[in-house]
């Protein structure tokens, strides 16, 4: 896989189960964050009437599968989602409390989809372990795989620099260290577009709740393709 960090995939293997026990479903998510999957996930589903077709989704590092969830029970079933991510505990109990939903073990900078093959790809709170350096390769990816026209959301902790954040994880037992790389959405949005994505909204809201950083959304699509050309994007740009 090559792309993730590898301490912190050690994290997640490590506390799986206390991952799913404390966020079985949407616990973490502020009413903001969940409209914004809501009204993606609905969208992703809308066209299904028109064309017959059901959408083609990956949630690309989704954990123990928590939010694939969730869309799939937003858009009532008419996505077909499947998940991603580089750790096999994730994934153990993805496949335990998912059956249904379809995994792969990998990263954001190598998905193992054919090219062009995807409606909407999900990145909830997993760039927030790329590197600057890997960042580019995951939006290029995340585009490779989207259809002209397919969108991605993005959320992640706003914000800059380097946090290590293994305390949680050391408070359960584990001894790890996780860093977590903070952006702000127009960061994130400027990484996008470099990887020849429009971005359609970009926002940050202030911590609520229990959070201690601010949380930002970055709603992105793959151009239509132009009549006798490509999209305008730039798959091979260096960022
Ligand atoms: C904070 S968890 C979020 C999981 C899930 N999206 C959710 O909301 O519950 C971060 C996830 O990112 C995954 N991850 C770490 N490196 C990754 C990478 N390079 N590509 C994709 N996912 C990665 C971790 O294994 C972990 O499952």
């Given at each position: 896989m090559g792309?993730?960090?590898d301490d912190g995939v050690r994290a997640y293997d490590l506390a799986a189960e206390d991952y799913a026990v404390h966020y079985p479903t949407t616990e973490p998510e502020q009413p903001a964050d969940l409209d914004a999957v809501r009204s993606w996930a609905a969208g992703l589903a809308g066209p299904t009437g028109q064309?017959?077709?059901t959408p083609r989704v990956l949630d690309a590092g989704c954990g123990t599968g928590r939010m694939a969830r969730f869309v799939s029970d937003v858009a009532g079933g008419r996505v077909r989602i499947a998940g991603a991510d580089p750790s096999a505990g994730m994934?153990?109990?993805a496949r335990r409390e998912h059956?249904?939903?379809p995994v792969h073990r990998a990263g954001l900078t190598a998905l193992p989809l054919a090219d062009e093959t995807l409606d909407g790809v999900l990145a909830w709170y997993s760039t927030i372990h790329l590197t600057d350096a890997a960042l580019p390769g995951a939006l290029r990816e995340v585009r490779r795989v989207l259809r002209p026209g397919g969108s991605v959301l993005l959320g992640f902790q706003s914000g800059a620099?380097?946090?290590e954040v293994g305390a949680a994880f050391r408070s359960l037992g584990h001894e790890v260290s996780l860093v977590r790389h903070h952006r702000t959405p127009e960061v994130m949005?400027?990484?996008a577009e470099r990887a020849g994505l429009e971005v359609v909204a970009a926002r940050a809201r202030p911590a609520a709740g229990r959070e201690r950083d601010p949380q930002a959304v970055v709603l992105g699509r793959r151009p239509e393709a132009t009549p006798g050309g490509s999209d305008r994007g730039t798959p091979g740009a260096q960022s």
């Open positions: 792309d993730e960090v064309a017959g077709i994934l153990a109990v059956p249904w939903l620099g380097t946090h949005a400027a990484a």
